[in-house]
C-alpha cells in the first residue's frame, strides 16, 4: 500500500469515527480522546486501540459495535480489530479543544 493509500484510509476511519457517539455525552468519540491508535497494514487490515471515559461504561458495547461496523463499510478495510485499552487512564485532557468548548470546559 502506497503512503498516499495509507493516509487515505487513515483519514477515511478518523472521519467515520467522528460520526461514533457515546450516547451520553454530546462528543464523538474521536474528539474525545477515546481513541488512542489506528494502525493499517498493507492488507488494510485495521487495527484501533480505544478506550472509554470510564471502565465501566454501560455503552461500550454499543460504541465498539459502532467502530466496528462503521470502519469495516470504509472501501477496501479488509477486517477490523478493536481493542480496548485503559492504560494510560482516558482523562479530559485528552479531548479536542472543539470537545472541550462544546463540554463546557474552555
Same mark, same amino acid.
Given at each position: ?13 478518523? %472521519? $467515520?469515527?467522528? *460520526?461514533?457517539?457515546? =450516547?451520553?455525552? !454530546?462528543?464523538?468519540? #474521536?474528539?474525545?480522546?477515546? /481513541? ?10 485495521? %487495527? $484501533?486501540?480505544? *478506550?472509554?471515559?470510564? =471502565?465501566?461504561? !454501560?455503552?461500550?458495547? #454499543?460504541?465498539?459495535?459502532? /467502530? ?11 477486517? $477490523? ?26
Amino acid at each position: 500500500m502506497s503512503q498516499n493509500e495509507f493516509l487515505q484510509t487513515e483519514e477515511a476511519i478518523i %472521519a $467515520v469515527l467522528k *460520526t461514533v457517539y457515546d =450516547p451520553e455525552i !454530546p462528543v464523538n468519540i #474521536y474528539d474525545l480522546g477515546l /481513541v488512542y491508535r489506528i494502525e493499517v497494514d498493507d492488507d488494510k487490515n485495521v %487495527a $484501533v486501540d480505544m *478506550t472509554f471515559t470510564a =471502565p465501566n461504561c !454501560p455503552a461500550a458495547d #454499543y460504541i465498539t459495535e459502532d /467502530v466496528k461496523m462503521k470502519t469495516e463499510a470504509i472501501e477496501g478495510v479488509k477486517s $477490523v480489530n478493536i481493542n480496548i485499552v485503559f492504560e494510560p487512564e482516558w482523562t479530559k485532557d485528552m479531548m479536542s479543544d472543539e470537545a472541550k468548548l462544546e463540554l463546557g470546559f474552555l
